[in-house]
């Protein structure tokens, strides 16, 4: 009988933290001081990259100082960003221990661990005390969380009145079920779509009001095809190092899913009521 299909066995195994060091040895960077900007190709894991990161963090547009709560953290890189750009105090959580072990090391290589830090904690129950952050961030996670009326009321709790949560999150489309594997789930079993509406549903069941609202979905179709036609070369510190040899597959499977319908993408900033 088969092993059930989990979200941290999608995600994380053992061996990352000695991948990404192999991988920062063939880049050339083993024991030399990083820059965050150093780890674009390797801890940016979601449509358009670096790209959408800056235009989630200029939408949501954080002040100096500012607490954020990065929610599905992975290996860190949004959250450098956000530290080492807007100078803000970053908290990550990921489900996945691996991950925490390697963004802390990142992060600590990169001399941020001042404005940055991780924990392994479950999204739909932080542990964090009410009211502890200014704002919330969360790209490319909820699509792994069937509960999505918990992970928003989670997240409602831990915000400051008036705090804002951004969004960059995969949604259901109306051409059908997406193909798989794809980069958050292999099988159906681990992958929970909302469409738009409902997803605008369960955040303001929350309390949740929103500030902004796009769909990338265009500028996501246009990245896939400029990365068909550009072929960039390969990189040690590629997406595969942390999803294996299956990725590219995932990625062209998400590539095909946009351009059919069967996903889109939302930009979103929300306020929290009260």
């Known amino acids: 009988m088969s092993e059930p299909i989990t979200v941290t066995g999608h995600y994380g195994t053992s061996s990352l933290l000695t991948r990404v060091e192999d991988a920062l040895r063939r880049a050339g960077l083993e024991g030399k001081q990083l820059a965050w900007t150093d780890l674009i190709p390797l801890d940016q894991f979601h449509t358009r990259g670096h790209a959408a990161t800056k235009e989630l963090a200029a939408a949501l547009a954080p002040k100096p100082g500012e607490t954020i709560l990065d929610i599905g953290a992975g290996l860190g890189g949004p959250a450098r960003f956000l530290a080492a750009t807007y100078a803000c105090d970053v908290t990550g959580i990921d489900l996945s221990q691996p991950f925490v072990d390697v963004a802390t090391m990142l992060t600590a290589r990169a001399n941020l661990s001042s404005q940055v830090r991780f924990q392994q904690a479950d999204a739909v129950e932080l ?12 790209q490319h996670v909820a699509m792994n969380i069937a509960d999505r009326g918990r992970l928003y ?9 008036g705090g804002r949560l951004a969004i960059y999150d995969v949604v259901a489309g109306d051409a059908g079920p997406p193909h798989f594997p794809l980069p958050w789930a292999r099988v159906p079993e681990i992958s929970f779509l909302l469409t738009p509406n409902a997803m605008r549903e369960a955040l303001s069941v929350a309390g949740f009001a929103p500030l902004s609202w796009e769909d990338k979905t ?3 179709i246009a990245w896939f095809a400029e990365q ?15 999803m294996g040899p299956e990725f590219p597959a ?3 499977n998400l590539g095909r899913n946009l351009a059919e319908g069967r996903v889109r993408i939302v930009q979103a900033v929300l306020q929290r009521n009260g």
């Open 127 to 138: 542990p964090f005390p009410d009211e502890s952050f200014d704002h919330a961030w969360t």
């Open 153 to 161: 009321a989670a997240i409602a709790r831990v915000l400051r009145p």
């Open 218 to 220: 265009t500028s996501a």
């Open 228 to 242: 068909r036609a550009t072929r960039p070369a390969p990189s040690a510190l590629g997406l595969p190092v942390v």
């Open 250 to 252: 995932m990625a062209a």
